[in-house]
């Protein structure tokens, strides 16, 4: 029997330095871009900012926390954390409790904040989900288990993405139900499950979704608006597309300061949601292409490292979570960007580690913690 690489005793820091720098960089530019709304709002510049990093903190605490815990711990965790976050889906839908912005009920109100308890299903979908395949998994390339079938693995999975599928139908929210549908899908393949139930569900996926967009007019607007955003008045449905591109545009190489320096964003009085879905396009006016290159190349880098320290685990419950994790970030990332850029539909899908919203940014801390306390386990070596 071969000698396994020796683990490594501490975290991996070429994936924790990427994570600090995009953090602080994303609290930045939070600051500096919501001074506006926040003076409009509230009547001071600085609501949003000291909002975002109390949020902030306690996503740090959060993802402590779960940096501290066994992977047993978590497979025992992981099923009471999904059935509770399931039932938070629900109680958006209790009135004086949820909140209704724009015709959507994601959000539960308690107050000085909101819980949006969706974006949670980015961690506890996938932490279920592979504690639930980790007795069917004998280790990287071998046979998959007696039973593995439609029946004791394929049906479950689908029911429960068809259960999610509908709670998100009702919540209104499209976006995240891409990017928690397509995190668990891969993870599900890459657990080495049948192929053919791989197929079968991204056709299931496609047909849910084109279904979801047709039955409401707003999102076959939006829909439309991707495709001939041309054609579209630029006052009306194409507003938010149009001043994307002109913020991106007017960056230049420097940004429109020509000195890489942050606040001096026009575009910021003008954006829908300047804070949120659409702060990349803030970037990519104050910081211009080489600012843009800086984010793109970090979120590579951190993707890379990732998937790197991912692949070299050896307990298939760990490696196919970190894979999850990685792929979520990144793919979040890509839709928000693809979408800020013009080459996806626009939707409401916040940027890794720099849209305002303490929901977001609590789940990708939780998910940071995870991600590092599995590096200090990685057979990496270098």
């Known amino acids: 029997m071969?000698?396994?690489?020796?683990?490594?005793?501490?975290?991996?820091?070429?994936?924790?330095?990427?994570?600090i720098f995009l953090t602080i960089w994303g609290i930045l530019t939070v600051s500096t871009t919501s001074v506006p709304l926040s003076i409009k709002n509230f009547g001071y510049p600085w609501y949003y900012l000291i909002h975002q990093s109390i949020l902030l903190m306690a996503g740090i605490v959060l993802g402590f926390i779960f940096y501290k815990l066994k992977s047993e711990t978590l497979k025992r965790w992981s099923v009471y954390l999904f059935v509770a976050n399931l039932v938070a889906l629900l109680l958006v839908f209790i009135p004086k409790l949820g909140l209704e912005l724009h015709g959507a009920h994601r959000w539960l109100d308690f107050g000085y904040?909101?819980?949006?308890?969706?974006?949670?299903?980015?961690?506890?979908?996938?932490?279920?989900?592979?504690?639930?395949?980790?007795?069917?998994?004998?280790?990287r390339g071998s046979k998959r288990k007696e039973g593995q079938g439609f029946l004791k693995l394929f049906l479950p999975f689908a029911l429960t993405i068809g259960v999610i599928f509908f709670i998100f139908y009702l919540q209104s929210d499209i976006s995240t139900l891409i990017i928690v549908a397509a995190t668990v899908m891969m993870m599900y393949f890459l657990a080495g499950t049948p192929l053919w139930h791989s197929f079968a569900l991204v056709g299931l996926g496609v047909g849910s979704i084109l279904i979801f967009i047709i039955s409401s007019a707003y999102r076959l607007e939006r829909f439309k608006t991707f495709l001939h955003f041309e054609a579209i008045n630029p006052l009306d449905a194409a507003y938010q597309v149009n001043q994307i591109a002109i913020g991106i545009g007017s960056g230049g190489w420097l940004g429109i300061g020509s000195g890489l320096a942050l606040g001096l964003s026009h575009q910021k009085m003008l954006l829908p949601f300047a804070i949120s879905d659409s702060i990349f396009a803030i970037i990519g006016e104050e910081l211009g292409f080489f600012g843009v290159a800086l984010l793109i190349s970090l979120l590579i880098f951190f993707i890379w490292r990732g998937f790197k320290i991912a692949n070299h685990l050896e307990d298939n419950f760990e490696r196919i979570l970190a894979l999850g994790i990685v792929f979520w970030i990144a793919f979040q990332a890509f839709f928000n960007i693809a979408g800020n850029i013009g080459v996806a539909p626009l939707g409401g899908v916040p940027l890794?580690?720099?849209?305002?919203?303490?929901?977001?940014?609590?789940?990708?801390?939780?998910g940071m913690g995870i991600l590092l306390k599995l590096s200090k386990k990685s057979v990496i070596t270098n």
């Open 2 to 19: 071969s000698k396994s690489l020796p683990q490594q005793s501490k975290i991996d820091y070429l994936i924790l330095i990427p994570i």
């Open 113 to 139: 904040f909101t819980v949006q308890p969706s974006e949670f299903l980015k961690i506890t979908f996938p932490l279920f989900l592979v504690a639930w395949l980790a007795k069917r998994l004998e280790g």
């Open 352 to 366: 890794p580690f720099f849209s305002y919203g303490g929901s977001h940014i609590i789940v990708e801390m939780i």
